[in-house]
């Protein structure tokens, strides 16, 4: 039986083996992230601790700051997916829905490695990345954002959708960097701000 012409094609096995390589490096800069400040962290002991050598490192990723770059990206998605069920689980509320969503986001980045070295005095590349150099990683997370929100109501205006996950976007990376509250309280005052705009979101196509 052939496959069907539509089937996505498996990825090859270099492919595979280069996402492993990915992984391990971006796992690895994650341990030494949770104990030493970006500043500190060198491409060696990225090297040392995923197993590989720092040629490899900088043939996956190129230089110091696309490896940041990068575990940025990927670390953002996985808090993003991990959003989804909070989301999901609560289409008949939308305000409940931001609020578990911001909850969770900010509980889940508290205790992250990648916020802890964000939020150091010694992290000011990272902050930079992620915020005045996070072009990409915020059109990224806005991006996916906005595409969960159409997809659970898919009656709002998609131009409203992305104006709603980006402010998202940006309110939450700003309370992972400098928080200034616990997780709770801050996802219930975002959720007391942006409310109404939800809601005449929702207005607008009932």
């Given at each position: 039986m052939t496959p069907a012409a539509d089937a996505p094609a498996r990825p090859t096995l270099a492919e595979e083996n280069r996402s492993l390589v990915r992984d391990r490096v971006l796992d690895g800069l994650g341990d030494l992230l949770a104990g030493d400040a970006w500043r500190d962290v060198t491409m060696a002991e990225v090297a040392e601790r995923a197993g590989v050598s720092r040629q490899t490192i900088y043939n996956a990723?190129?230089?110091r700051e696309e490896l940041a770059q990068a575990y940025l990206m990927?670390?953002?998605g996985r808090f993003l997916a991990a959003i989804e069920d909070a989301v999901n689980s609560n289409v008949e509320d939308p305000r409940r829905a931001l609020r578990s969503?911001?909850?969770l986001f900010l509980s889940l980045?508290?205790?992250?490695?990648?916020?802890?070295?964000?939020?150091?005095?010694?992290?000011?590349e990272l902050v930079a990345m992620a915020t005045t150099r996070g072009g990409a990683l915020l059109e990224a997370m806005t991006t996916r954002l906005a595409e969960l929100i159409l997809s659970n109501w898919?009656?709002?205006d998609p131009g409203g959708a992305r104006l709603l996950a980006e402010t998202l976007v940006r309110l939450a990376i700003s309370h992972a960097a400098l928080p200034t509250n616990v997780p709770p309280q801050t996802a219930a005052e975002i959720s007391r701000i942006?409310?109404?705009?939800?809601?005449?979101?929702?207005a607008?196509?009932?």
């Open positions: 990723f190129g230089n990927r670390e953002a969503a911001a909850e980045v508290s205790t992250h490695p990648m916020v802890r070295a964000v939020s150091s005095q010694d992290g000011d898919p009656q709002v942006l409310g109404p705009f939800i809601d005449e979101l929702l607008e196509r009932d």
